[in-house]
């Protein structure tokens, strides 16, 4: 058993991206907790730092100033911290040339997560993170992806919590975008049904992560 991290190592793990475990420190405090197990150095460029398991196990651990939101946020200059976008926010992040490498990490990041704690180490399906942050783990699917989210009065998907046990729903305006929308998800190890609402006839997708 490894001595528990020191108080400043403790605070970078308590900072790390909570959709994707990204670390940011210094060289130091990152290199420190490779070699305690509990982060990562990604292969490849920008070669972004990420938690392991245990790394995520220990910011579990670590005392929350205010619960977690149930639902994604738009990711604020204070905090720094990513967040997908599910579609409909009042404020949304730059869409530039920064976004869509912020994404792609993000996107590559989810991937090695899964590597790591999927048993077998398979990355086509979804890893219990993503079971039990649905919202959060669709939505960066189809943004990575390149789909557009809805904005206050433009068009685009919305990723929405829903009763049943391990789903969400996903609302495109458009027929034919909601089901390039299925097939990224499909293709991001979901399973994936489109149904009509029957009062207001409107189409909308349900997804689930798939186990196998």
């Known amino acids: 058993m490894t ?24 060289e130091a405090q990152l290199e420190a907790l490779v070699k305690r197990g509990l982060a990562f150095r990604h292969p490849r460029p920008p070669h972004d730092h990420f938690l392991t398991p245990a790394g995520h ?7 929350k100033a205010a619960p977690e939101p149930t639902t994604a946020r ?20 730059d869409a530039g040339p920064s976004r869509v490498r912020e994404v792609h990490s993000a996107w590559q990041g989810l991937l090695e997560l899964r590597r790591m704690t999927n048993p077998d180490g398979a990355t086509d399906r979804p890893c219990g993170w993503e079971r039990g942050h649905l919202v959060q783990a669709a939505a960066l699917a189809l943004e ?48 994936v049904g489109e149904y009509t609402e029957p009062r207001t006839r409107i189409r909308y997708l349900l997804a689930s992560p798939r186990r196998a």
């Open 144 to 191: 990575a992806a390149g789909h557009r989210p809805a904005g206050l009065d433009s068009p685009g998907y919305r990723v929405i919590a829903t009763p049943q046990p391990e789903a969400v729903a996903v609302y495109e305006p458009d027929v034919d975008a909601l089901r390039a929308c299925a097939a990224t998800l499909e293709k991001a190890g979901w399973q």
């Open 3 to 26: 001595r528990p991290p020191t108080a400043a190592q403790r605070r970078v793990i308590d900072a790390a991206d909570p959709v994707t475990g990204r670390l940011r420190g210094t």
């Open 74 to 93: 738009t990711p604020s200059a204070a905090t720094g911290v990513f967040a997908a976008r599910v579609g409909g926010e009042e404020s949304v992040p």
């Open 57 to 63: 196990r220990i910011r579990e651990e670590v005392p």
